[in-house]
Nanobody, 126 residues
Framework: QLQLVESGGGLVQPGGSLRLSCAASGFTLDSYFIGWFRQAPGKEREGVAC???????TYADSVKGRFTISTDNAKNTVLLQMNSLRPNDTAVYFC????????????????????WGQGSQVTASS
């Protein structure tokens, strides 16, 4: 069974940091590009960051310079390091995977992705 499981969410003060993990099971990440998305209450889900098969990265403007997406191949896991968190970063964060033959491309459109994790709550509040 193909599965993605997120972990690492929680409550942090504004300006703080969190690291989210997305563990893949039932498949290896080598043939997929991976994205992180988030959905705040009352808002649509939006793309945050993605990483291609060649490990090139793309970020939404709202998180550039603060968030970093990376992979841990030994653990078959994708990480999202979030620094300088702001109250408007508060959302449920999802990781997603898309199987592709493309090497250097990844996208931030949720419609591209066919496999999703269950989500992890991130709250930046004092």
């Amino acid at each position: 069974q193909l599965q993605l499981v997120e972990s690492g969410g929680g409550l942090v003060q504004p300006g703080g940091s969190l690291r989210l993990s997305c563990a893949a099971s039932g498949f290896t990440l080598d043939s997929y590009f991976i994205g992180w998305f988030r959905q705040a209450p009352g808002k649509e889900r939006e793309g945050v960051a993605c990483i291609s098969r060649s490990r090139t990265t793309t970020y939404a403007d709202s998180v550039k310079g603060r968030f970093t997406i990376s992979t841990d191949n030994a653990k078959n896991t994708v990480l999202l390091q979030m620094n300088s968190l702001r109250p408007n970063d508060t959302a449920v964060y999802f990781c997603a995977a898309h199987k592709t033959v493309l090497i250097r491309y990844c996208g931030l459109s949720e419609r591209t992705y066919e496999l999703w994790g269950q989500g992890s709550q991130v709250t930046a509040s004092s």
